[in-house]
């Protein structure tokens, strides 16, 4: 079992940074695929970004990439996002998410835990 705790969610200006950090209690982290995925008021659940855990191989949504940059620390069971130049399209509720090593990384459906979700708004 393992539980997800996001952080570092807010408001900021278009054109601002913040960064998520999630935190992993239980269960062993190392081994898992981390995701962070994001849902806007009336939209589905979207895929945002990934890190695998051997080869810590990264993927990104084409609307963050070159914008957003995803990391891992396995000793401290910490996964990050980086967000730059936001935009207002970048206000969601970013969740992050765990799931076993080889999944599918960009379904939600292959992701077994999920955090509580942080807010990000971006004013323009």
């Known amino acids: 079992q393992v539980q997800l705790v996001e952080s570092g969610g807010g408001l900021v200006q278009a054109g601002g940074s913040l960064r998520l950090s999630c935190a992993a209690v239980?269960?062993?982290?190392?081994?898992?695929?981390m995701g962070w995925f994001r849902q806007a008021p009336g939209k589905e659940r979207e895929f945002v970004s990934a890190?695998?855990?051997?080869?810590?191989?990264?993927h990104y949504a084409d609307s963050v990439k070159g914008r957003f940059t995803v990391s891992r620390d396995n000793a401290k069971k910490m996964v990050y996002l980086q967000m730059n130049s936001l935009k207002p399209e970048d206000t969601a509720v970013y969740y992050c998410a765990a799931a076993p090593p080889g999944s599918a990384w960009i379904r939600p459906g292959s992701y077994d835990y999920w955090g509580q979700g942080t807010q990000v708004t971006v004013s323009s």
């Open positions: 890190i695998t855990w051997r080869l810590l191989s990264t």
């Open positions: 239980g269960g062993t982290f190392s081994s898992t695929t």
